[in-house]
């Protein structure tokens, strides 16, 4: 009892978001597990505990719980051969969620197909719609059993009854349902979305004044076939039926006795097959940390990616695009997504450096995948800022004090909080001055930026320049520039020294000349 009270827990908070009641339910559930792996009483029959432990490991998986306890229970179901068609499906489905190669299950549950298009309880009984909704439910992930999967749902449309229903019951008609909305997502044939439709309008006749069908079984099994149909249709009045029963669901004590019945389907809400593409309640969002930018900027763009639906999402691969122009500024243009749960979401952030010299103008920039995207527009401005720093002809023998003229040619008001020169390379006694002034719209400011003696050596120097600065409407800023400097005057090192050489020589000379009575200069 305790067991089934557990999943049917989780199956609530996996299906709605509930992160935390899933958590603890999932962390009482993992504490049941049988020594051997499996989930369940051995008094039910190995074809029942196989049935049984697939759905609680396919819930635990679909959770997030890729620990021992789906490792240990995924072994022991590989050892039991099941040969029953609803103990086979589910574990399919567990196996293939977990990574595990399926071929031989998925040959084995195609083999028992009959000639009716329908699965009976083994190979070789007749046909019921339990078994042959069970088995297309398992075959949905797997595109080569369409045709298998088509002759099933067939085999259901001929046994659906007049008023919508499947037998008369509230388990095999939500599991007819939810097959028929797999086939329908697939094929986009009318004839499958119309009979869901029926069996929900049977649901809906047939609940009760509480909100529940006639076990917990039935009602768990309910409240997903109609999830998948609200995915599928949008129709509130679909969602407003689901509802009622999950609130039912998880305020009320369930009876002793019920313990058998809830047991074959311990997982009935747990596993929430892909009915429906979950991006078709997926959102994508993005923004960026600075929308407005100027070249040589640092800008990060941020998208965020929520599972909305009542599947859990595999496989997600997102692609960000950016205009040529910004191409060399940016590392990382693919994102990939293992699993995203239902009722989760996943956040990345990249970082876009802004050419230097990038052309003004409105960058679209777009995160997509599959179905789902999301864009944001990126305005790149021209400086507002100009600058000059004089002297720009400098002698190499001779400290100089340089002063900067900035110059605001934008519409709005800036206050300058810093601009750093960065002089190396040869320069040298070198002093930095802290420059902060305000700076109106359209006016000039000059002030004295550093001192330095220029490099030794003649020619062009270029000096970059980082300018930080801030206004109400664009946030902390920086641009990044340069300013050329040509040395010349004063006499180069190397004719200096070529200078002191040649006079050396000629005093030698001449001191010989004296001494030997030579006339070694002359």
Same mark, same amino acid.
């Given at each position: 009892?305790?067991?089934?009270?557990?999943?049917?827990?989780?199956?609530?908070?996996?299906?709605?978001?509930?992160?935390?009641?899933?958590?603890?339910?999932?962390?009482? @559930?993992?504490?049941? !597990?049988? #020594? $051997? =792996?499996? %989930?369940?009483?051995?008094? /039910?029959?190995?074809?029942?505990? &196989? *049935?049984?432990?697939?759905?609680?490991?396919?819930?635990?998986?679909?959770?997030?719980?890729?620990?021992?306890?789906?490792?240990?229970?995924?072994?022991?179901?590989?050892?039991?051969?099941?040969?029953?068609?609803?103990?086979?499906?589910?574990?399919?489905?567990?196996?293939?969620?977990?990574?595990?190669?399926?071929?031989?299950?998925?040959?084995?549950?195609?083999?028992?197909?009959?000639?009716?298009?329908?699965?009976?309880?083994?190979?070789?009984?007749?046909?019921?719609?339990?078994?042959?909704?069970?088995?297309?439910?398992?075959?949905?992930?797997?595109?080569?059993?369409?045709?298998?999967?088509?002759?099933?749902?067939?085999? @259901?449309?001929?046994? !659906?009854? #007049? $008023? =919508?229903? %499947?037998?008369?019951?509230? /388990?095999?008609?939500?599991?007819? &349902? *939810?097959?028929?909305?797999?086939?329908?997502?697939?094929?986009?044939?009318?004839?499958?979305?119309?009979?869901?439709?029926?069996?929900?309008?049977?649901?809906?006749?047939?609940?009760?004044?509480?909100?529940?069908?006639?076990?917990?079984?039935?009602?768990?099994?309910?409240?997903?076939?109609?999830?998948?149909?609200?995915?599928?249709?949008?129709?509130?009045?679909?969602?407003?039926?689901?509802?009622?029963?999950?609130?039912?669901?998880?305020?009320?004590?369930?009876?002793?006795?019920?313990?058998?019945?809830?047991?074959?389907?311990?997982?009935?809400?747990?596993?929430?097959?892909?009915?429906?593409?979950?991006?078709?309640?997926?959102?994508?969002?993005?923004?960026?940390?600075?929308?407005?930018?100027?070249?040589?900027?640092?800008?990060?763009?941020?998208?965020?990616?929520?599972?909305?639906?009542?599947?859990?999402?595999?496989?997600?691969?997102?692609?960000?695009?950016?205009?040529?122009?910004?191409?060399?500024?940016?590392?990382?243009?693919?994102?990939?997504?293992?699993?995203?749960?239902?009722?989760?979401?996943?956040?990345?952030?990249?970082?876009?450096?802004?050419?230097?010299?990038?052309?003004?103008?409105?960058?679209?920039?777009?995160?997509?995948?599959?179905?789902?995207?999301?864009?944001?527009?990126?305005?790149?401005?021209?400086?507002?800022?100009?600058?000059?720093?004089?002297?720009?002809?400098?002698?190499?023998?001779?400290?100089?004090?340089?002063?900067?003229?900035?110059?605001?040619?934008?519409?709005?008001?800036?206050?300058?909080?810093?601009?750093?020169?960065?002089?190396?390379?040869?320069?040298?006694?070198?002093?930095?001055?802290?420059?902060?002034?305000?700076?109106?719209?359209?006016?000039?400011?000059?002030?004295?930026?550093?001192?330095?003696?220029?490099?030794?050596?003649?020619?062009?120097?270029?000096?970059?320049?980082?300018?930080?600065?801030?206004?109400?409407?664009?946030?902390?800023?920086?641009?990044?520039?340069?300013?050329?400097?040509?040395?010349?005057?004063?006499?180069?090192?190397?004719?200096?020294?070529?200078?002191?050489?040649?006079?050396?020589?000629?005093?030698?000379?001449?001191?010989?000349?004296?001494?030997?009575?030579?006339?070694?200069?002359?």
């Amino acid at each position: 009892m305790r067991l089934a009270l557990l999943v049917v827990l989780i199956m609530l908070c996996v299906g709605h978001g509930w992160a935390e009641e899933a958590d603890t339910a999932a962390s009482a @559930l993992v504490s049941l !597990q049988n #020594a $051997d =792996g499996s %989930f369940g009483s051995e008094d /039910l029959g190995s074809q029942s505990q &196989v *049935y049984t432990t697939a759905r609680v490991l396919a819930g635990l998986l679909y959770y997030g719980e890729e620990s021992g306890t789906a490792l240990k229970g995924i072994e022991w179901i590989k050892l039991q051969s099941p040969k029953d068609t609803a103990a086979l499906s589910e574990a399919i489905k567990v196996l293939h969620l977990s990574g595990r190669p399926v071929e031989p299950e998925l040959l084995g549950l195609v083999e028992y197909q009959n000639t009716d298009g329908g699965w009976g309880k083994t190979d070789g009984f007749e046909s019921t719609t339990w078994y042959t909704s069970s088995a297309i439910i398992a075959l949905g992930p797997f595109e080569d059993y369409l045709d298998s999967r088509l002759a099933g749902g067939e085999y @259901l449309l001929k046994e !659906q009854g #007049a $008023d =919508g229903g %499947f037998e008369d019951s509230a /388990l095999i008609t939500s599991n007819c &349902v *939810y097959a028929l909305v797999m086939l329908y997502d697939t094929t986009k044939r009318d004839e499958f979305a119309l009979a869901a439709l029926g069996g929900y309008q049977w649901l809906n006749n047939t609940i009760d004044d509480e909100g529940v069908w006639d076990s917990t079984t039935s009602t768990g099994n309910a409240i997903i076939a109609l999830g998948a149909l609200y995915l599928l249709t949008g129709d509130e009045d679909v969602k407003a039926l689901g509802d009622r029963a999950k609130e039912w669901m998880a305020s009320s004590q369930q009876d002793e006795e019920d313990a058998l019945a809830i047991s074959w389907n311990l997982a009935a809400l747990t596993y929430t097959v892909q009915v429906a593409p979950a991006q078709s309640k997926t959102t994508l969002s993005a923004s960026l940390t600075q929308d407005y930018v100027f070249g040589s900027d640092v800008t990060r763009i941020k998208f965020k990616i929520e599972n909305r639906g009542l599947s859990n999402m595999k496989n997600v691969s997102l692609l960000l695009s950016v205009p040529k122009e910004l191409n060399a500024g940016i590392n990382k243009t693919s994102f990939f997504i293992d699993s995203l749960l239902s009722g989760r979401s996943m956040e990345f952030e990249e970082v876009i450096q802004i050419p230097d010299g990038a052309v003004a103008g409105e960058y679209p920039i777009i995160i997509s995948g599959d179905a789902i995207s999301a864009s944001v527009t990126l305005h790149v401005m021209e400086s507002p800022l100009i600058f000059e720093i004089s002297p720009t002809e400098l002698k190499s023998d001779e400290p100089t004090d340089f002063k900067i003229q900035i110059t605001n040619i934008g519409d709005m008001g800036f206050f300058i909080k810093n601009i750093t020169p960065v002089v190396d390379g040869g320069w040298r006694g070198v002093e930095l001055n802290s420059v902060q002034v305000e700076l109106e719209a359209g006016s000039s400011k000059s002030a004295a930026l550093f001192s330095a003696m220029a490099p030794e050596e003649r020619g062009e120097y270029n000096v970059p320049v980082e300018i930080e600065f801030e206004s109400p409407e664009l946030g902390e800023r920086k641009i990044s520039s340069s300013q050329k400097f040509l040395v010349g005057g004063g006499v180069p090192s190397g004719v200096l020294k070529l200078m002191l050489y040649g006079t050396l020589v000629l005093s030698v000379m001449m001191l010989l000349n004296l001494l030997l009575g030579y006339d070694l200069v002359g």
